[in-house]
Each structure stands twice: as structure tokens, then as C-alpha cells.
């Protein structure tokens, strides 16, 4: 943890109000963030979340933690105290009871005669206090409370809210103050403060910090999160609750020395008296504890340090790196509100004030618009008794007085000060107000232009606040260049966040120049955990190496990435060559975690870098999609270029991604953006199809570079997209490739026709699609006709039906001991379909590999039914040949027969009318099989039953299967056994003891009447239950089953069948013309062709095609037109949809009442502002007539000082205290010093008397005026003045002169003197004595300005905005945060300052002398420093130094002589810019110097 400064706390606070101080801190840059932290992991978690500990474990861990680490505050002495209880009892100077404190404390000889000392008499125990809170009766779930010593380190509070209280860091912190006690607001504006409080805090994942109690600004803040709680939100807001421990009612119920889990608290206001109840809308309580009783306030230190401490964290989110901004919400308040506003404004946090809720609140908002100069302590006075009436009586003039210097201060940073008023325009909600609030406050820190740009987007991305980034930071005062968007554009990737992506797109990100190798591996660095692809990945990383290579990586990526789009498609990342592998990135025991890689280092490529990937585009949609964020993923897939192959793949993954996602919603997901894709494909594409049939259709069999050398129509397959695959478009090609060269137009008995007589080829009886083939003739024609797939589909059939009736043939009526001429036909004819399925298992035209080939073929269910029926043919024969067993052979082809009848069904797929009922009729057989098994166990069960109660030991296997199973079964469908009842019971035909193989057994019978003995009741019970079940629910059941499947199909079938076409059109484009068994000729053919002369397959061109370059740069061209048409007719149709237009129209109904009501409220603002003015001016003119008449009447002059003068008209009190982004922190109006009157003097506690700026001058009579007296104590006593105290030291001081070697004369003339001290010519500053100056009077300091042009790498001087851009040299000393002038005081007789000796080489001196004496001087005169003093004050003279010549030989002998002697110093040339973080004195030195060059500032 960060240690922490000690600085002074201001511990007076009203007990009606909240605390708020915060440090001087400064934003870091996040621009630049130099380490990303991941958290140290392994890549494939766990997809489920799971705790590491239980409840009762984590109850325990904190029972043994806190009362470790936290402490309570406990009195050790009893000292009785002048006051009485409530109750009237005696009590302790700590305010407890002599009950409440340990036996110790009461012992008389403990503390003998000392008095109560909180620091000696109070000390730290283990806290008593913490664990759950629940409040009773009002059903709130349990929240967390811990009781905490007032002394508890910050680190420490924050490590038990993050680590075992388990909260997320913020990415905001706002601190609620203002008044304690209930206060009245009206609806409209208490409804628009909880409504925008709680969004900011939703969306920006903010902590909300106050007091914590059940009163004023709390109980609001509490009350907007009760209002929250009940309706639905996405997540919890964090409501932490500071308040004090001994000013808590019903504490006791609190009080759990091993932890109340939960506790049980009461809210009881009736009983409070002068204590609080804690708010039961906050969900964290700290209560404070100072051992003390009743004392309000005690918390305001501690929630001062631990704001400051959360306030200087580092939040890294979605590689963001942030330090938390805080932001200081102010409702109403009195005068401990005003502290904390003015601690925070004057410690650089920005407030925001709202107007309307009363007392300060008010107050501030109603000056915020003024000059300062008009923020008068009479107008102050008028304001205080507007708004605080009753209480308007007790200030005093001092206070008022005290009250008009902090408004000043307050309303002069106008850049931290944000006033929310209901109505203004473009700040209709507070959350709005909150973050500009931020982002204006950040603009102001001092930065420079490009880095303060890119802070303020850091925030707006890190809070989610789109629009405030449209309305705030893209506006036309920046112009971004789209190289600096890149690092928030990963950031919004990263954290998914679809609207930057699109805001960054819309501002000139390119896609294909943002995408890098590795910009690629970061993004696959921080994949969601919780994805399937995340651990997909991690499991193929399980092998590799601690040093991980980014292409190795996308490697793996793409091995992955194959699995899910199938072996069709090739690997989308290739291997890489070791020649070209970049440096490896420690990857410390993570697979995919590299720790510290700035994201800005992705960028730092040089220009002439090759892009490492074929199409960045599809590289960010691939990496959207397999994270399953689907705004994201549209977005990208907007830009894509090959837009239909790219909504096809990212189906197919989220398919494949389904199949192993357990989660059902996730799947659902899943599936319901995998339809989306596919209609996106089937739109683009009936644009392309309604515009260029031809060209739509080349669409789908080009090769796709980017996807894997794989087509649309593949992908699609590969995805079964049944609704793309049964487009119209996509069907009339699959027509026309399997017409072949034949018109589509042929009627099929015209095919037949001249199938079995080919000479009518030359007829004219077919029609080819092309006139030249229309007019060739000769062999030309035969190929064009026989090679066509509907012929060779025909002719096959024809040639299969021959085999068939053939095969029939021989084993019905040819089937001889010796094969016959007809059974050797089969065999040949048979011997040809093997070799086809051999060609077809070996057909690889891809190169996918023998393993892949063999995959593919025996997916096909009717492949697997070929080579079944083929081996049982050979077993056949086999046997056939075999003379022993010539009778199998003949039955086992016997039912070879069967299948390859079944094998007609393959082949009928292609009629649109037998193709689905064949279609339906497999998906019955899958509900058959699940109905046999509900079968079997009411047939197992009966037929087991009744075979034991009608026979006796039936021991022959054949009879018992046929009792048991066979007879079962005969008898649902109405073969009922004739025994069962007895009544035909014939002993003939029975074998009593089951000795006749032909006969079963005889049941039990009587052997004297030879009747049945079993009892024909049960047998004919049990059969007419079997029957009941079996033949009426089961069958009934089947039935029902058959007709849902047959709905549920008949809706897609036509979708199968013209899916599943497809694969017989391919089929039989590849297969060879000549029909079995005249294919021979054809394999032998092929077999010369592929094995003696090695010539490879292709795939023909009308299923994958490969275009030239020019040709598919414009056919891709073409598609991304008519892609734009399509999301311009989504939109449209989006739009025309009534949910839309009714939502339209709710939307500009509430626009309207929206500003009707502002409209009125400016109205009636304004109208009271111009009676406002008008009774001023009526005041002030009455006044003047009077003075008149006075004067006239005495006859003479009046004074200069008497005469009033009107005022002048007032600034719109409702104008808005912003300043455009080139304004000053001062207003413009603001004359007097202000640096000079600051309340806190520098490095020390002392605060000055306020002075307003009205009584700044001397002139001006101030009669309280009566300010400190201070002078620092130096080591350096001899070389200083006395310290003032006495007026006898100061005697010897000869002021308005040159004092022996010191020169005490001011720059402005003569000063006066008073008790013989000096006084500041530019007036008051609220401190007399010389401060931290080492004289009374002037303190002259030189400032030389060294500047020298700032230059490029060609040495061509830089620019911007047409102006030169300077450069100036520069130091800071220790840990200060702004950067100096090497100036500052002289020793005596000294020409150069000591701070430019400690950066100068003492050889270098004297020429720097020569060159000051030739430098030019720009100022001279006054300085406003904080260290000035109504007696001391700093005047200097400013010298420019200017090499205008980057070879300039003194400019290289002063780089060359710049070292510092200190290691706490630093030196470096800064460019000149108005955010140059350097002190304000110097800035407006630096300013004067840039307008003396005409350069840029």
C-alpha cells in the first residue's frame, strides 16, 4: 500500500453537517498506462463461478481477520464530568456512563489528579463490532458494519472492503455532503437527483460515500437506493456509510466481540434524541470510533484520509488504467457544507452543487455565474438572509466576511465548480452534471492538449458514458487522429462495449489498420474467462512453453477455430517461420496472461509492417463472436468485406459452440444469434440474387481467401443452414448444375427418350442452355447430353433397377451349385459399385487427407448402408462357394437383397414429392426405436408373468422365448393364446412334459379331469391390463408421436429436402457417365490417370471456383453495395415497426413535456431576475436623488467618496460557470492578487484572516481586519531578516532603498511603511510578517526563460496551428507535481539564481552570465506568489534566453554543462503549451515569452 502524507485536518465541523477534504492530486495521464496488470490465473477457470470459501468459512475468516487488524477506541479513566446524562446520570468527560467503562477505569489510583486527556486516557482494543447488519421489520437483505478506531490507516480500511468484504475497486467514488438535518426538496428535483445518482453509480461502477445516518442528505441517498432496489437493475450500487460510533443510537444491538452474523438493528427515531440512526438503504457501514460518547464530527477525519487513499488507487478495467476519480455531491448544507465544498475545490476535486435544494447549496449556485468582482460581501449578505433566514441572525460580520473569501475562491475555479440546475439545457439528469463535472475538471489539470484528450475518453470509456463522449470529447474543438483512438478502441473490445466501438469507428478508425498481430494476441489474452472458446484454447495450450510467441498463439487460435468451421475450411492462421517470429512475451505462469504490455506499445509498428493477416475484419468479428457478444459482433460485421461467407462461419461456430455449452440460457443465446446470422446471409444475398442472378451465384462457390479457401455454399452446408440452403436463388443454381449443359426446360420423358435412343440427340428433341452447344453436333452433343448429372442420375437408376431385378432373378430362379452366366454378371456388376465406392472414399480435391476423406464418406448414413450391404455380399459368396455351406451363402444374400432394395430410398431423395415423406419416414424410425424400448417392458413383464403362471419348468429356450417375448407380442395384435382362460384348453395339443419339440409344454392341469388348475381370473386380469396399456396407450402414444413428428416436419421438410439435395446433385456432378457396370471402363480410366501419370483431382468448378484478383475485388465491391442496402432496408423496416413507432412517438411526447416544463421554469426564472434587477436600480436611483437633493440644499459639493453610483446591470444568475477550454482559473475581472490570499499558507498550519476581493486595497477602509502574525523559522538566521516580533530589529532596515548589499526598492514605486513594517502595494493578504521569505519588503528573484524551437527529426520546426512551438527548459525539485523555471532568489552580490547553479556546471557559469546580459527582458514587477505576506512579497524580472538555431554553439555547450547537482532535481526541455504543468507565477512568464516569439501557446 501507497504511505500517506500527514497533512493538516480541519476538525471543526458542525454537528449537522458532512465532511469532505481531499489532497492536492492530479490525475495520472492515461493516455499512457506502462503495466497492465492480469490477474495471475489460469486461462481455463472454472465456467461456473465458485466461492473459495463458504458462508460459515467466510464468516469465520472475518471473525479471526478483523478483530486481528481492527481496533476500537475505549476510555481507560473515569473523570466525572460537569455534565449529566440525558437520563440524568453521571458521566464520564468521554460522555459514557461509570457502567459503560471497563472495572480498570474506575479505579481511583489509575490516574491520580490527572485530567481527562483523550490522547493519554483512551486507547486501542480489538473491535467488538462488525459482521452483518440486518435492520428488523424492514426486510432489507444483510448488510456489512464495522466498528474501527479513528485511528485505523486508510490502506487497511480499503484492504477489508475489497478483500474481505469483497467489493470490486471503484471506477468513481462520489462523496455525498451537505445537511444533515431533514430538509425539504421539491418532488420534481428530489426524482431527478435519485434517478441520476444512481445511474452515474450503475453505469460507472461507482462507490457512494456519506454519513450514514437517517437523516437530511443521507436519508435522500438511502431512499434513492430503496427506490433502485425495487425494480430491476442490472447491478448492485455500493452505499458506504461513515458515521460515528458514539453519536449512534441502539448501538448496543451492534455489539458482537466474535462477529454478528447477522446483527440485529432496530431504527428507532422516536428514542433517538440528540443521536442518529443508522440509514437502512446504505449496504456498508464504518463507524468511527474516538472512544467517545454523543460527539458529532469524529468521522470527518478518516473519511477525509480514506477518500484521499481510494482517490490515489489505480483501477484497471478492460485495459484502462485509471486512478479513481472522486467527484463531491453537495445537497443544502450550512456552514460545515461550505468547509467541505472549499477544502475539496481548493484541494482540485470537482463539486457539484445542486441549485434548488436549499441553504449553501443555493447560495453558491446563485453567485456561480457572477465576475468576481460582483461577488460583494453586501451580496453575500443578501443571499444569506434569502435562503437561511431564521438562522441568518446568528452570523456574525466576521463570518459574512469569512463566507465572501471562501464563495470567491470557490466560484474563481469555475473549471471544479458545476452547478445541476433542473431545466438547463443539456443537464436534464445529474449524472450528466456528475461526469462533465469530471471531465472538466480533468481538463483543467495541467496537461498537455493531446494527453488531456485522451484522459478525459480514458473516463468515458471506463464509466460506459457514450454520451457524454459524443457531447463532450468528439467535438469539432478536436480533431483525433484514428492512431490515437486505438488503445480505447481495444479497451471497448476488451470490456464490450458496442457503442465506443461504434463512436470510435464513426471518427475514422479503420479496421484493417487497427488490427495487428498484436493487437490480435492481446485481445485473445483477455478473453472472457467464462467462454467455451477460452477453454478450448487452453486445453490446446496445455503443452506449450512458459515464453509464448504471439504467432504461435493465433496458431493454436486457428486449430481451434478449424474444429468449429469444420475440416473443409483451411487454417486461418498458418504456421509461422521461425525467420519471422517476433521476440517472445514472458508469459509467468499463465497461458494467455502477459503481464506489463502497454497497449499503446501495440501500435509502435513501423509503417511499412506488413499486415500479418488476410482480413483484419474478420478477425475481430471471429474474436466478437466466439464470446457470444452479439452488439459487438453486428457492429464488426458491418464492416466486414466477404459479408455472406462471414454470417455463415460465425453460425457454424455459435452451432458448434452450443453443442458443448451447458448453461441453457448461454445456449439459447447462442442459438437465437446463429438464426440471426443466417437471415443476415439469406438478406445480402436476395439483394445480390434480385440485382445479378449470375453474379449472386458466383457468390456462393468462389474460394474465400479469408475463411479458409472454402465457399459460401460449403460453409453452409458445413452450418446446416437449412433456410440459406433452401433459398430460391440458391436452388436454381443447384438446378442448373444438375441439368448440366441441358436447359432446365426439358421435360424428363424427353431425357428418358433419348437415354434408350441416343440418335434422337440430333433431333432437336433436348434443348441445350447454350446456343453453340444448340448447334454443335456429334460426339460434341453425346458428351454435353450423357455427362449431364441428370442423365448419369438416371442412367444409374435405370442401370440399378437392372441389378436388382437381375439379382432377384438368380436367387429366385437361376440359383445353380455352380454360378450360372447371370450370377457372374452380378459378381462383375457388383465388383463395379465397390470400385465407386472406392473412388468415392478416396476423392480428397481439397488435400484434406486420407484420415479427413475417409471421415467425410462414412458420415453419410447411405455410405455406411453401401458398405454393409457390400461386405454382407462377400460373406454370401463366400459361403455360396463353399458346397457345405451353399445354402447360407443363399439366405445371407438374401437379405443383401434387402438393403440394397433399401438403398432406392437414397436415390428417391431427389423427387420433390417422394424426397420428404422419405424425409419423415426417418425421423419416425428414430420414435420407433424410443417406443420399442417402453414396448419391451410391458411385453418383457406380461409375457414373463404368464409364462410362470401357466407353465411348470419349461426348461427348452425356444419355447420360453416364445411364451415370454413371442406370444407377448403376437397379442397386441389380436393373436390371443388359446389356454388363457382355460375354455379351449385341448390336451392334444400340448406335450405334458414338454418332450415334443413342435408343441409347448401343457400349463398346470388336474390329472384326474384333466382341466387347467392355474387361475384363469389372474391370467385373464393380467391380459386384459396388458392389453389396455399395450394396445390403447402405447400404440396411442406411437400414434400421437407419429403425427407431432409428422407436423414438426412437414413445416421444414420441404427446407430438408432441398438441403439434403444438395448432396446428391454433388454426388452426381463428380460421378463418372457410364452407369454400372460400364463404369469399369471409367475407373480404369481414372486409375491411369490419378496412380501411373499422378495427375491430382480437382473439384469442379461449379462447386468451388477461384477467381482472378480484379474479378473478386469487384464482385466483393458489388456485395458490400448491396450489403449497405440491406442494413438501410433493416433499418427502415425497424422503424415502420408499430413497437417502434409507438416508442417514437413516447419518446417525442416526453421531449415535449420536457421542455414546456423547462420553458417555464426559464420563463418564471427570468422574470424574477428582471424584478430583481429593476428593484436595485429603483434602490439605487432613489439614493442618488437623495444625495442630490442633500447637496443642493448645503450648497456645495459632495464628496468623490459619497457619491453613489448605479449598478451595473447583473449577469443572469442562471448562466452556467463553465469557461471554454482556453480561459484562466482567475476570472478575467479579477484584478487583485489571489495566489497572495489563499486561507492556508504554504508548508505551514497557519490560516490568514479572509479577505474578500472588495477589501484588498489599502484604501479601502476593513476595520476587522486583524490578521496573524507569522514568520518562519529559519536555519539561516544571518542571512535573513529579524523575524519581526520587536521593532527595535527592524529599525535598522532602510525600506525604499539599497540596503547595504541588498536592494529593498520595489519595481512599483515607492511602498509604505506602517509600525515599521512595509506593506504590500498590491494590498491585503490576510498575513503579516515575512512568512517563508527571507526579507521584509521586496524579494527579488530572477527568472531566466530559456526556450529554443521545438524541431522533428528532420530538424524542421514544429507547428501547430500555424505558430511555432517552443520549447522551454525546465526543473522540479523532490516530489513536487509542477515543473519550474530555473529561477528564483540571488544570494547577495550573486548574478545567477541558486536553483540554475544547482543545473549548471560551474564551468558554465560565466558564460550564462554573458548570455543573460544579452537576453531580453519580458517582465518585470510583482508576483503573485502564495508565500507573499502583507509585509513581504516577491518581485522579479524575467529574461528571455532564445537559441533560434538548433546548431547554435552555445546551445550545445549548455546541454552538454546541464547536470544536476542534486538527485533530487530534474531537468528537461518541455514544450511550450497553456497545460504545461508548471506554477501559475511562471506560466504567465512562459505566456509573455510566446507572444514576444509569436509561437504557439
Not at 379351449?984 to 388348475?1013: A, H, L, W
Not at 513594517?1317 to 527579488?1340: A, I, K, Q, V, W
Not at 507573499?1428 to 546551445?1451: G, K, R
Request: net charge neutral; glycine share 6%; hydrophobic share 40%.
Amino acid at each position: 500500500m501507497e504511505s500517506l502524507t500527514k497533512r493538516r485536518q480541519d476538525q471543526a465541523s458542525s454537528k449537522e453537517e458532512d465532511g469532505f477534504g481531499m489532497q492536492p492530486r492530479r490525475v495520472a495521464n492515461l493516455a499512457m498506462v506502462p503495466n497492465l496488470q492480469q490477474s495471475s490465473i489460469s486461462l481455463c477457470r472454472s465456467r461456473r463461478p465458485h466461492c473459495l470459501f463458504s458462508s460459515c468459512e467466510k464468516q469465520e475468516n472475518l471473525s479471526s481477520w478483523i478483530p486481528d487488524n481492527i481496533k476500537k477506541k475505549e476510555c481507560i479513566h473515569f473523570v466525572e464530568s460537569s455534565k449529566l446524562s440525558d437520563a440524568g446520570k453521571v458521566v464520564c468527560e468521554c460522555g459514557y456512563p461509570r457502567e459503560k467503562h471497563l472495572e480498570e477505569a474506575t479505579w481511583p489510583h489509575t490516574f491520580q489528579g490527572q485530567e481527562w486527556d483523550p490522547k493519554k486516557h483512551v486507547r486501542e482494543m480489538p473491535t467488538d463490532a462488525f459482521g452483518d447488519i440486518v435492520f428488523m421489520g424492514l426486510g432489507q437483505k444483510a448488510g456489512k458494519y464495522v466498528r474501527l478506531s479513528q485511528d485505523t490507516p486508510p490502506s487497511l480500511i480499503y484492504q477489508l472492503m475489497t478483500q474481505q468484504w469483497g467489493l470490486d475497486a471503484p471506477n468513481l467514488l462520489i462523496s455525498v455532503t451537505g445537511g444533515a438535518k431533514d430538509f425539504n426538496m421539491k418532488p420534481r428535483l428530489k426524482s431527478i437527483f435519485r434517478r441520476g445518482l444512481l445511474k452515474v453509480a450503475q453505469t460507472s461502477g461507482a462507490w457512494v460515500i456519506t454519513g450514514g445516518s437517517h437523516t437530511g442528505v443521507m436519508k435522500q441517498v438511502g431512499e434513492a437506493v430503496r427506490q433502485l432496489s425495487g425494480s430491476f437493475c442490472e447491478r448492485e450500487v455500493v452505499t458506504i456509510g461513515i458515521a460515528t460510533w458514539g453519536a449512534l443510537h441502539n448501538r448496543e444491538s451492534l455489539i458482537h466481540p466474535m462477529g454478528g452474523f447477522p446483527a440485529k438493528y432496530i431504527m428507532d427515531e422516536g428514542g433517538q434524541g440528540h443521536l442518529t440512526c443508522l440509514d437502512s438503504n446504505h449496504s456498508h457501514f464504518i463507524l468511527v470510533d474516538d472512544g467517545t460518547h454523543g460527539r458529532y464530527g469524529v468521522e470527518i477525519p478518516l473519511r477525509t484520509k480514506l477518500e484521499k487513499f481510494i482517490s490515489q488507487q489505480t483501477k484497471e478495467r478492460g485495459g484502462v488504467a485509471i486512478k479513481i476519480p472522486i467527484v463531491c455531491v453537495v445537497l443544502e448544507g450550512g456552514p460545515g457544507t461550505l468547509n467541505t465544498i472549499y477544502n475539496a475545490i481548493t484541494n482540485g476535486t470537482p463539486c457539484v452543487v445542486v441549485e434548488g435544494s436549499g441553504r449553501v447549496a443555493d447560495v453558491i449556485a446563485q453567485v456561480a455565474g457572477l465576475p468576481i468582482s460582483e461577488i460583494t460581501i453586501s451580496l453575500i449578505q443578501q443571499k444569506l438572509s434569502m435562503f437561511f433566514q431564521g438562522m441568518f441572525e446568528t452570523f456574525t460580520e466576521s463570518k459574512i466576511v469569512e463566507w465572501t473569501k471562501k464563495i470567491q475562491d470557490i466560484v474563481r475555479r469555475r473549471q471544479l465548480l458545476t452547478v445541476f440546475r433542473e431545466g438547463k439545457d443539456g443537464q436534464q439528469d445529474v449524472d450528466v452534471a456528475i461526469l462533465q463535472a469530471l471531465l472538466k475538471a480533468s481538463w483543467s489539470l495541467d496537461h498537455f492538449g493531446h494527453e488531456n484528450w485522451d484522459q478525459q475518453l480514458n473516463l468515458a470509456v471506463a464509466w460506459n458514458r457514450v454520451d457524454i463522449a459524443r457531447s463532450e470529447i468528439f467535438t469539432d474543438e478536436r480533431q483525433w487522429k484514428p492512431s490515437e483512438l486505438y488503445p480505447m478502441m481495444v479497451a471497448a473490445l476488451i470490456t464490450n462495449k458496442p457503442e465506443f466501438v461504434k463512436l470510435f469507428l464513426e471518427n475514422g478508425v479503420q479496421l484493417k489498420e487497427f488490427v495487428s498481430q498484436a493487437t490480435l494476441f492481446y485481445l485473445y489474452q483477455n478473453l472472457e474467462p467464462t467462454c467455451l472458446f477460452h477453454c478450448k484454447l487452453d486445453k490446446v495450450l496445455a503443452g506449450e512453453p512458459e515464453r509464448l510467441d504471439p504467432s504461435v498463439l493465433l496458431q493454436h487460435v486457428a486449430q481451434v477455430l478449424r474444429e468449429l468451421l469444420g475440416d473443409s475450411t483451411q487454417p486461418l492462421y498458418s504456421r509461422p517461420h521461425s525467420s519471422n517470429r517476433q521476440h517472445l512475451l514472458p508469459v509467468p505462469s499463465v497461458k494467455i496472461s502477459v503481464q506489463r504490455v502497454s497497449r499503446q506499445s501495440l501500435y509502435k509498428r513501423s509503417s511499412g509492417q506488413a499486415t500479418f493477416t488476410i482480413d483484419p475484419v474478420r478477425d475481430l468479428l471471429i474474436w466478437a463472436i466466439v464470446q457470444n457478444h452479439r452488439e459487438l459482433a453486428e457492429i464488426i460485421w458491418a464492416q466486414s468485406q466477404d459479408c455472406i461467407a462471414a454470417a455463415l462461419a460465425c453460425s457454424k461456430i455459435l452451432k458448434e459452440l452450443s453443442k458443448e455449452e451447458e448453461d441453457t440460457d448461454s445456449l439459447e443465446e447462442m442459438l437465437a444469434l446463429a438464426d440471426e446470422y443466417e437471415q443476415r446471409a439469406i438478406g445480402v444475398f436476395t439483394e445480390c440474387y434480385r440485382k445479378d442472378e449470375e453474379s449472386a451465384q458466383k457468390l456462393l462457390v468462389r474460394v474465400s481467401e479469408a475463411w479458409g479457401r472454402t465457399t459460401c455454399l460449403q460453409l453452409a452446408l458445413e452450418a446446416k443452414d437449412m433456410k440459406f440452403m433452401s433459398h430460391g436463388g440458391i436452388q436454381a443454381y443447384l438446378t442448373k448444375v444438375w441439368w448440366g449443359r441441358l436447359s432446365v426446360d426439358n421435360g424428363l420423358w424427353r431425357v428418358v427418350l433419348c437415354m434408350l435412343f441416343f440418335p434422337l440427340l440430333y433431333t432437336g428433341l433436348v434443348s441445350f442452355r447454350n446456343r453453340q452447344q444448340q448447334a454443335e453436333g456429334g460426339l460434341a452433343r453425346v458428351r454435353a447430353f450423357f455427362s449431364a448429372p441428370v442423365v448419369v442420375f438416371h442412367m444409374n437408376i435405370l442401370s440399378y433397377f437392372a441389378f436388382l431385378c437381375l439379382f432377384a432373378y438368380v436367387l429366385m430362379v437361376d440359383f445353380q451349385p455352380q454360378p450360372s452366366s447371370c450370377e457372374c454378371l452380378i459378381y462383375v456388376w457388383l465388383f463395379s459399385l465397390v470400385c465407386e465406392e472406392l473412388r468415392q472414399l478416396f476423392y480428397d480435391p481439397d488435400g484434406s487427407g486420407l484420415r479427413k476423406a475417409v471421415l467425410v464418406y462414412f458420415s453419410d448414413f447411405w455410405n455406411k448402408l453401401d458398405v454393409c450391404a457390400i461386405l454382407l455380399f462377400i460373406a454370401g459368396l463366400t459361403c455360396r462357394l463353399m458346397p457345405s455351406l451353399l445354402y447360407t451363402g443363399r439366405v445371407i444374400l438374401s437379405l443383401d437383397f434387402t438393403m440394397f432394395c433399401l438403398r432406392l430410398m437414397h436415390i428417391f431423395t431427389i423427387s420433390k414429392t417422394l424426397g420428404p415423406k422419405i424425409i419423415i419416414v426417418k425421423r419416425m424410425m428414430k420414435d420407433v426405436f424410443f417406443f420399442l424400448f417402453l414396448l419391451a417392458v410391458w411385453v418383457v413383464s406380461f409375457g414373463v408373468a404368464k409364462q410362470a403362471i401357466l407353465i411348470h419348468n419349461e426348461r427348452r429356450v425356444e419355447w420360453i422365448f416364445r411364451g415370454a417375448v413371442y406370444h407377448s407380442y403376437l397379442t397386441i395384435f389380436g393373436q390371443l393364446p388359446t389356454y388363457i382362460d382355460g375354455v379351449n384348453f385341448r390336451p392334444d395339443q400340448c406335450s405334458p412334459n414338454g418332450t415334443d419339440p413342435y408343441k409347448p409344454k401343457c400349463p398346470e392341469i388336474d390329472q384326474v379331469r384333466q382341466e387347467p388348475v392355474f387361475p384363469e381370473w389372474l391370467t385373464v386380469l393380467l391380459l386384459c391390463l396388458y392389453l389396455l396399456f399395450a394396445n390403447i396407450l402405447l400404440l396411442n402414444l406411437l400414434i400421437a408421436m407419429f403425427n407431432y413428428t409428422f407436423q414438426q416436419v412437414q413445416e421444414r421438410t420441404d427446407q430438408i429436402w432441398k438441403f439434403q439435395r444438395h448432396n446428391l446433385i454433388e454426388e452426381y456432378q463428380g460421378r463418372p457417365p457410364a452407369p454400372p457396370p460400364f463404369i469399369l471402363l471409367s475407373h480404369l480410366h481414372l486409375f491411369i490417370k490419378r496412380v501411373v501419370l499422378k495427375i491430382p483431382a480437382k473439384r469442379h468448378k461449379q462447386f468451388k471456383n477461384k477467381l482472378e484478383k480484379n474479378e473478386e475485388a469487384a464482385l466483393l465491391s458489388w456485395e458490400i453495395y448491396l450489403k449497405e442496402n440491406y442494413l438501410q432496408e433493416q433499418q427502415f423496416q425497424q422503424k415502420q415497426r408499430p413497437e417502434q413507432k409507438i416508442q417514437d412517438v413516447s419518446d417525442k411526447v416526453d421531449t415535449m413535456v420536457r421542455l414546456l416544463e423547462m420553458a417555464r421554469l426559464k420563463q418564471s426564472g427570468a422574470v424574477e431576475q428582471r424584478l430583481a434587477s429593476l428593484e436595485e436600480q429603483v434602490a439605487q436611483t432613489a439614493t442618488a436623488l437623495h444625495w442630490i437633493v442633500k447637496a443642493l440644499r448645503d450648497s456645495g459639493f459632495g464628496s468623490e467618496e459619497g457619491v453613489p453610483t448605479l449598478a451595473p446591470q447583473k449577469a443572469s444568475v442562471g448562466r452556467d460557470p463553465e469557461l471554454d477550454s482556453g480561459s484562466k482559473a482567475e476570472d478575467p475581472g479579477d484584478a487583485y492578487h489571489v495566489n497572495a490570499r489563499h486561507l492556508l499558507y504554504p508548508s505551514c498550519s497557519v490560516l490568514r484572516f479572509p479577505v474578500p476581493n472588495e477589501k484588498v486595497p489599502w484604501e479601502t477602509e476593513f476595520l476587522m481586519y486583524n490578521p496573524p502574525f507569522y514568520t518562519a523559522d529559519r536555519k539561516d538566521r544571518d542571512l535573513v531578516d529579524p523575524a519581526g516580533d520587536a521593532l527595535e530589529p527592524l529599525s535598522r532596515i532602510s525600506y525604499n532603498s539599497v540596503d547595504g548589499p541588498l536592494d529593498r526598492r520595489s519595481f512599483h514605486g515607492v511602498y509604505a511603511v506602517q509600525d515599521g513594517l512595509p506593506l504590500n502595494p498590491m494590498g491585503r493578504t490576510g498575513l503579516r510578517g515575512r512568512g517563508d521569505l527571507s526579507y521584509f519588503g521586496p524579494n527579488h528573484t530572477l527568472q531566466p526563460v530559456i526556450t529554443r524551437w521545438r524541431r522533428s527529426l528532420d530538424g524542421a520546426i514544429c507547428r501547430k496551428n500555424v505558430k511555432k512551438m517552443l520549447e522551454v527548459l525546465v526543473v522540479k525539485r523532490g516530489p513536487s507535481e509542477h515543473w519550474m523555471l530555473p529561477g528564483g532568489s540571488r544570494e547577495p552580490g550573486e548574478m545567477l539564481p541558486w536553483k540554475l547553479k544547482q543545473v549548471l556546471r560551474r564551468e558554465f557559469w560565466s558564460s550564462f552570465e554573458s548570455l543573460l546580459t544579452q537576453g531580453m527582458e519580458v517582465y518585470k514587477g510583482y508576483m503573485d506568489d502564495p508565500r507573499n505576506t502583507d509585509n513581504a512579497w516577491i518581485e522579479t524580472v524575467a529574461v528571455s534566453i532564445h537559441f533560434p538555431d538548433q546548431s547554435d554553439v552555445e546551445l550545445k555547450r549548455l546541454n552538454s554543462h546541464l547536470h544536476s547537482c542534486d538527485e533530487g532535481m530534474a531537468i528537461r526541455w518541455q514544450v511550450v503549451d497553456e497545460r504545461i504543468s508548471l506554477y501559475d507565477d511562471h506560466k504567465v512568464i512562459l505566456q509573455k515569452v510566446a507572444a514576444l516569439f509569436g509561437a504557439y501557446y
